[in-house]
């Protein structure tokens, strides 16, 4: 029963694009995107309780690696897709490895200085990754002889969703899930306990950067072209405060938080312009004062 | 020859930045343990305190840098005020305050890209161009020394030391936490936006300069370790003598000689995780 229903809400959601003009359909492919990248992230950072800023180079390095692995190696599509999530893993491990060896807030730092960096190699990298401007002007390759774009492809994204919560529901179900939380709330009794901590945390870096990575290459195929802008550290920050102040450590919280903050900015423009990142920022604040919990909290308050 | 003097000048200069940016960290992280990756924001709002004071109402330079140090350190006892004692007091974790900083760190940049146009803008030289170098080297020289000073000689700097080893017995001790902590954020506030100040002549306010200097600041207090002040400033020497030999002598672009933190961290997380230095007594 709880299976059909969730395939109804799918459903639902994968029926929506095919009534709406492209203006909304390109801003319900791009909420949908928000909300799978918040729900990856919030497994790291809200049930984990790790700091990393690297989960949008993530989904900028996936997205430029299936770009340059399609258009300039020229590989098929499937073998591209998975050389891209190798990238990731690797990458991701090589930075979460020496990271997690100590005590503190490590892998925050290494992360951020992970995310500058990426900027930089997108925009010195010359031919390989089109310098500033970026690569455009691609269209993503025939799959079995049908090329899906428009509303169709919004389907795809739809499944990306619901791949993505459903791979972290399950690990969350899991007793790896339950390790997560323990690293989370007291990492030495989780050692005590048995849980490998530094382990714990490799894996969960590693798996959510992938996560973001396969993001990351479904993106590629939006707006059919990546730049270095897109993959800037504002991001990096956004999906830390869409987690935070719609709840870390639930999926409906990082839901919620994709939402409010994605869809923020239509709202504020006539108020404020391009400064709604002000208003993030003391959002962000307010919620970390008074409500720890975030939405998801101020709701399961109210409904009892 | 002569262009080695002046690669290991200019590198020694650029040193003496970070090494008071990883300064900044180690005030804050020491006693709380606290990392605050708003420090860079700091240091960009002391740039545009440079601008403010020295180019727009023409102070004499040691006048508007005193300006600048005394509104830094308004700053960051008001950030400790606001985001992060009102936490310590509810008896949140640690990593309550540190995001709350981060929601900081957005306010900062923020109201000073409405405040200010986003061009970069112009703060003078304390003497000459060509006296600029010296001039870093001389203040952080002496801001080391004060630290140094404060550390090891003084009463207050003694219960700083007190809180960093343990918080617990050093309350009991009869030492204020409250008031180590916000003495810590304005001293860090204070290193920090002397470090903006000294660094926008040459690259010009900017509301985005705030993130490399962060990233640079912590990679020195990563090399360093952040269990001596000394650390902090040979760490910073060591990062900007890497950099400089990067973009002067490896055959790739300039730009990636933002890379060398990124390689410097992840190299000693790997093999001296506690940074060259060791704290003394631990």
């Known amino acids: 029963m709880r299976l059909a229903a969730w395939i109804g809400v799918f459903a639902a959601l994968a029926a929506l694009p095919f009534f709406l003009g492209s203006y909304h359909n390109d801003v319900y492919r791009k909420m949908l995107l928000w909300i799978t990248l918040a729900l990856g992230y919030n497994f790291l950072f809200g049930i984990c309780g790790q700091v990393a800023f690297s989960h949008f180079a993530f989904y900028g390095i996936g997205a430029y690696s299936v770009v340059i692995l399609l258009f300039q190696v020229n590989l098929p599509l499937p073998i591209a897709i998975v050389l891209g999530i190798v990238i990731c893993v690797l990458l991701a491990l090589a930075v979460a490895i020496p990271a997690t060896r100590l005590e ?201 | 020859m002569q262009d080695f003097l002046e690669l290991s000048l200019s590198a020694t200069a650029s040193g003496c930045i970070y090494g ?72 949140a974790p640690l990593l309550a305050p540190i995001l709350a900083l981060l929601g900081m760190l957005v306010i900062f940049r923020e109201v000073i890209s409405v405040s200010f146009p986003p061009d970069p803008h112009p703060v003078p030289y304390a003497f000459e161009i060509q006296h600029q170098k010296y001039f870093i080297i001389a203040v952080t020289a002496l801001v080391f020394a004060g630290a140094w000073l404060f550390f090891e000689k003084t009463l207050w700097g003694k219960s700083f030391e007190a809180v960093a080893l343990n918080r617990r017995a050093a309350a009991l001790m009869g030492i204020n936490l409250s008031r180590v902590t916000a003495a810590a954020f304005a001293g860090g506030a204070g290193a920090a936006g002397l470090a903006g100040l000294l660094v926008s002549p040459n690259v010009s306010a900017h509301y985005l300069m705030g993130v490399p200097l962060a990233i640079q600041g912590f990679t020195a207090l990563v090399i360093g370790g952040v269990g001596r002040v000394e650390g902090a400033l040979l760490g910073g020497l060591l990062l900007a003598f890497a950099e400089q030999l990067t973009t002067r002598y490896a055959p790739i672009p300039s730009g990636y000689a933002q890379g060398v933190p990124l390689l410097f961290l992840m190299i000693f997380l790997l093999i001296r995780p506690t940074g060259l230095l060791r704290a003394r007594g631990a």
């Open chain 1, 104 to 304: 503190g807030f490590y892998l925050a730092l290494v992360t951020l200085a992970l995310a500058q960096l990426f900027i930089v190699v997108l925009n010195e990298g010359g031919a390989v990754t089109g310098g500033t401007g970026g690569i455009a002007n691609y269209r993503l390759p025939p799959i079995l002889g049908w090329r899906i774009a428009g509303p169709a492809y919004t389907v795809v994204i739809v499944a990306l969703l619901a791949a993505t919560l459903a791979v972290l529901w399950r690990l969350d179900r899991s007793w790896f899930g339950r390790a997560c939380r323990a690293v989370r709330d007291n990492p030495e009794a989780a050692a005590a306990m048995g849980v490998d901590v530094a382990r714990t945390k490799v894996i969960v870096f590693t798996l959510t950067s992938a996560l973001a990575g396969v993001a990351g290459m479904v993106y590629a195929f939006v707006d059919n072209t990546v730049n270095p802008p897109i993959f800037g550290l504002d991001n990096a920050f956004l999906i830390l405060f869409m987690v935070i102040v719609g709840g870390a450590g639930r999926h409906a919280g990082a839901a919620i938080g994709a939402i409010l903050l994605f869809l923020l900015p239509f709202w504020l423009a006539p108020l404020v312009g391009h400064h709604h990142q002000l208003v993030f920022g003391a959002l962000v604040l307010a919620a970390i004062l008074v409500q720890p919990k975030g939405l998801v909290g101020l709701w399961d308050r109210f409904s009892r």
């Open chain 2, 20 to 91: 008071l940016v990883a300064l900044a960290y180690l005030l804050m992280i020491r006693p709380t343990g606290i990392i605050n990756f708003a420090v860079g924001e700091w240091a960009m709002l002391g740039a545009f305190g440079g601008f403010f004071f020295l180019t727009r109402f023409e102070f004499p330079y040691l006048l508007g840098m005193a300006a600048v140090v005394a509104l830094m350190l308004l700053v960051g006892w008001g950030t400790e005020r606001l985001a992060v004692r009102p936490l310590v007091e509810k008896g």
